[in-house]
T-cell receptor, first 113, second 113 residues
């Protein structure tokens, strides 16, 4: 099926703490998994992606972990800042010739100063 | 600013009417995607065009249609509008047809009354 979902709809953290946002996926044929961030009043913005043959990928203050055994994806944000407050979506790209991106419902991250 | 321009920003129309949403992709991007975002359904993929041709189709209703013109701008036509069509409609673009990094516009908020 085309189900990409999130374990936690909301997450509240203190400024400076690390945040972990989780996502479950169901399509084993997906070749890429992606995280997007959507700030209030704006369109989603690409954060980081990971290819399905990888377990971990790091970016600037963010790390994405992929566990294909349990079909789980997570986004870790280090030293969370107020500017990180947003809705975070995980997405997956179907492999083969169909490059459709399927998004999950999103997790709202609130960073308290 | 993502470089993707959507017009209009807001649209209020009556049930049964027809509207056209317009999208100008980033300069150089050949792929255009349309998404519908509502509170209960999240971000739903509608359709993708690449260099003027339809490449992938999602949960797009028969009352909806889209096209990409030779200058690469795209239009999404919504007809016989229903109250349930009220949502944010996003256009995104990417350089090629399979990029995981899509650049989203700020969306068109459609309200059907």
């Amino acid at each position: 099926g085309e189900s990409v979902g999130l374990h936690l709809p909301t997450l509240s953290v203190q400024e400076g703490d690390n945040s972990i946002i989780n996502c479950a996926y169901s399509n084993s044929a997906s070749d890429y998994f992606i995280w997007y961030k959507q700030e209030s009043g704006k369109g989603p913005q690409f954060i980081i992606d990971i290819r399905s043959n990888m377990d971990k990928r790091q970016g600037q203050r963010v790390t994405v972990l992929l566990n294909k055994t349990v079909k789980h994806l997570s986004l870790q944000i280090a030293a969370t800042q107020p500017g990180d407050s947003a809705v975070y979506f995980c997405a997956e790209r179907e492999g083969g010739s169909n490059y459709k991106l399927t998004f999950g419902k999103g997790t709202l991250l609130t960073v308290n100063p | 600013d993502s470089g993707v321009t959507q017009t209009p920003k807001h649209l209020i129309t009556a049930t049964g009417q027809r509207v056209t949403l317009r999208c100008s992709p980033r300069s150089g991007d050949l792929s255009v995607y349309w998404y519908q975002q509502s509170l209960d359904q999240g971000l739903q993929f509608l359709i993708q065009y690449y260099n003027g041709e339809e490449r992938a189709k999602g949960n797009i209703l028969e009352r909806f249609s889209a096209q990409q013109f030779p200058d690469l701008h795209s239009e999404l036509n919504l007809s016989s509008l229903e109250l349930g069509d009220s949502a944010l409609y996003f256009c995104a673009s990417s350089v090629d047809r399979g990029s995981t990094e899509a650049f989203f516009g700020q969306g068109t908020r459609l309200t059907v009354v």
